[in-house]
């Protein structure tokens, strides 16, 4: 698919000639503030510039081609919308901020562009109401410190952000904007996913989220909701699906959290006294921990989760427990695939609490360079020498005194991607037994001299 | 074909053979003989190479130590008890040694049916009687024909039918031309057998002979059978050693091995140390028991 | 009896078995005997039932969403191989030499046109093939396990992970066969292999966490110290293929994917073949130079 755009873009450089944005400039200033331009596929060179509430909209190829300097289009005006271009090769200048798209005024529409090459993908800098949509963001070849965003706000309010596609950057990320509308994004190979600092009042639905550092990193951001997200295999430094700092009325519900180096990591959340944080019906899945907070950590609720083949369901940071937080809400707790208790009664909660010990987990908590003896047999020597002694046994991390005897029913958007096929793996296991069986039959059977009646045969 | 000069292997500080030499010509048949302890089974072990020692061995012109491959490929080897995997079978069994001999199946079976072992390929080695094990050894070692056969007492551990069997068809290979040597403590088959005697002594040369001149009767040997009391057996027997003759307890009574011409000497002996002899009986076959000396 | 005498006994040749004939000759035998061997049997048997357990058991949780991830499936396995995998190749790999030794055999097959470095690369070969077979058919029923749970790693790694653990199979197998040649007795070569299989799989591991904590070791100390023993390395090597990053092993793991970059299989990979390589080098030369049999 890049390669197929990249190509596409290449071809279109070659094949059309070369124009001067200035043509576009010109036809901009001939015409009527809201009306509507079609531009005429082929490439135009320099930095557009765009003054008026115009609708620009590319027929076939229309390439702008910032030539590495600076923002290739500036969008100066209010109500403007750019529709349908590939944008390339801006400046890489970090003070400069050079962007693909930057928009200084509000109601901008800026859907379906394909930018490439370029420092900042899309910069909305105080542009309320504007909308981002369908576009494709693929940030510069550089070492992560000099990337830029593939999408920035700041202060822009009520914006919609959706179906955007940004590989290869620093963060989608919003400062001090509320209100916000961002759904099914997808966000790859980046920094941070989905960034928030200072931005309250939001919803994220469905965004697909990985092989980031991060999936989701909100800071000082309150009331956001987080529903039906995937965040997977993010890992990296911090390696965290969600991350929150200092956030006050978060609810996480139907998100699925899959083999990211912690599911959800919790800093000073909730940071005031009478706020809660929800976390209800999610998948927490294959991560090596999978949910991490802060020893202080208090008031996060929950219930209805599955925890899947975690290889710490729960942790601190630093030595502690999460007594302060609730593992179940109106007697309903949380799936948990460790769990080795039994449901006698048949109402689907456990009748014991699940409470996971683990003195390895504990060793980790203050010696983070053991971490490496983790999945080695040496570990589970540890953790039975704890079961073996009760001086040594550790507190349980957590209490959950309603665990779901039964995984639940959890319907996330991206459910079934990733799955291996089960043919392959079929053939594969045929074709291991049927090579170890021939090697078998071939060489293990009877050599030796025969009977007369096998002599008589040779 | 056989030259060894100055065969010396130490155990540590204990000295198994010492400087030990000889020469032996193709198709000649040559026997260690000597005591448990003698150093029989190490000369036969430096011979095959197996084992490090200090000078010289060569078979065929092949030094053992480097040319060792070379120099076994003219030897089949017979052991004092055929160890090998007990739950093999006798086919599988010749057919690995087939196949390290570079001999094909129907030569193998040729070697099963020279010991009259054909038709037993399907046995298990651990069902196989002592003598069938010891003719399976000798099919293997006449894989290939090879010109010299090795061996390490090679009846000790048989019956009397199984050592009748052995020992004949070692005569066969012997009167087709093969080279042989071969540790034995029986004079009888030394005397079958052998062409020269090396006498080893705790592992030194005590002198090479003839077995004419090692025991000049012509059939030298008969075992006496002495019936004594019980309690006096241990003292008789003793005694019957200290005046060299080679003697083996069982449950009735003492075997003698003696020269055919003196068989009263050992009643002799014992009556110098007042030991009664109820009553002898002189066995008609020559029938040493294993384990005597 | 008819066949017999129309062949007639073959030309002899008296040459020695090329060495890919003795060698393969060995090895054939001793895959045989490993397939036939009770313990043998019994540890495919017991690895194979682990390994499908453990996939059942882990999946069965997890199957209905049908996301695949490094989970605890994954960590499991690898856990049950490296408890299991390393004790059958050590003692496989110990009782192989001694064993012969213990019960004669030894001698016998070294008294054959064969040298001792063509009987100990046989042996080798036919068990690391044994070993390898064992293995595929437990990681093939798990993998079935797998297909039909839909769920798990993906094909490629987990033909790593099955090429990995062949590696490490055959790296205890060489520390198993150097342990046999310098032990007398199988039982202590048995002994001596369950000591080495205690110290690489717990009490390297438990001293090397000890010492990280006692003398506060740098990461890259730990690291190199860890990337000695093969089973770590086996581990770092899995889960940089099961999960293309070795965060999942803390600071010490970061550190080494920072530094060593994509060189990090090939160092672990390259430290496993060492351990294949020198511990039989060194079986090689002693098997030859000490010459006990």
Sequence with gaps: MRTAIVAMALLAATTLGQQPVSVIEQRIDRTQPGSTLAIEAGVYEGNLQIRKPVTLVAQGDVVIDGLGKGTVVDVLAEGVTLKGFTIRASGDSVTGEDAGVRVLAGRAIIEANIILDALFGIDLRESPRSTIRGNTVVGKDLEAERRGDGIRLWWSHDAVIEDNIVRNSRDMVFWYSQNLCIDRNRVSESRYGLHFMYSHDTTLRENDLEGNSVGVYLMYSNSITLVGNRMRNNRGPSGYGIGLKDCDDIAISGNALLANRVGVYIDNSPSSMDSTGIFQGNIFAYNEIGVLATPNTHDNVFTGNAFIENEEPAATHGRGELHRNAFALDGVGNYWSQYAGFDLDGDGIGDVAFEPRSLFGQMLASEPNLRLFVHSPAQRAIEFTARALPELRPRPVLVDPAPLARPPVIEVAFKGQGVVGSIPMALLAMGLLASSALVVVFLARERGLDSRIARGAT | ?293 | MTMLTMTGPRAATHVPPSHRRAVLTFARREFRDAMSSRWFVLYTVAFTLLAVGVSFLSLSGSGSHGFAGFGRTAAGLLNLVMLVVPLMALTAGAATIAGERERGTLLYLLAQPISRTQLLLGKYAGLSLALVCSLCIGFGLSAGVLAWRAGGVGVGSYMVLVGLTAMLAIAMLSVGVLISVVSRRTSVATGLALFVWLVLVFVSDLGLMASSIVFQLRVQEIFALAAVNPLQCYKMGAIVHLNASLDVLGPVGAYASYTLGPAMPWVLSGSIVAWIVMPLLLALVLFNRRRSI
Aim: glycine share 10%.
């Design chain 2, 1 to 293: 074909m056989i030259i060894a000069r100055g065969v010396t292997k130490r155990y540590g500080r204990v000295v198994a053979v010492r400087n030990v030499s000889f020469e032996l010509p193709a198709g000649q048949s040559m026997a260690f003989w000597g005591s448990n302890g003698a150093g029989k089974t190490t000369m036969i072990r430096c011979l095959l190479g197996v084992t490090r020692f200090r000078g010289i061995a060569s078979i065929g012109s092949n030094s053992v130590k480097r040319r060792g491959r070379a120099a076994r490929a003219l030897v089949g080897y017979v052991p004092q008890e055929l160890a090998f995997h007990d739950d093999v079978r006798l086919g599988s069994a010749m057919a690995l040694f087939a196949s390290l001999r570079r001999v094909d199946r129907a030569s193998a079976h040729g070697s099963l049916d020279r010991v009259g072992l054909s038709g037993h390929e399907r046995k298990r080695l651990r069902d196989l009687s002592g003598g069938m094990k010891q003719r399976l050894a000798l099919a293997i070692a006449m894989l290939g024909d090879p010109p010299v056969i090795v061996l390490d007492e090679p009846t000790s551990n048989l019956d009397a039918a199984g050592r009748g069997e052995v020992v004949r068809t070692l005569q066969q290979l012997r009167q087709s031309g093969k080279t042989l040597v071969f540790a034995s403590h029986r004079p009888d088959e030394i005397i079958t057998l052998a062409d020269t005697v090396i006498v080893l002594d705790k592992g030194i040369v005590d002198r090479v002979t003839t077995p004419r001149e090692l025991w000049p009767t012509e059939k030298p040997v008969q075992v006496v059978r002495l019936y004594l009391s019980t309690a006096s057996e241990a003292e008789a027997a003793q005694a019957l050693r200290e005046a060299g003759h080679a003697v083996h307890i069982n449950g009735q009574g003492l075997c003698v091995a003696v020269p055919r011409d003196r068989k009263a000497e050992p009643i002799g002996v014992l009556e110098r140390k007042s030991i009664l002899v109820r009553n002898i009986e002189v066995l008609d076959d020559v029938r040493l028991p294993e384990g005597s000396t």
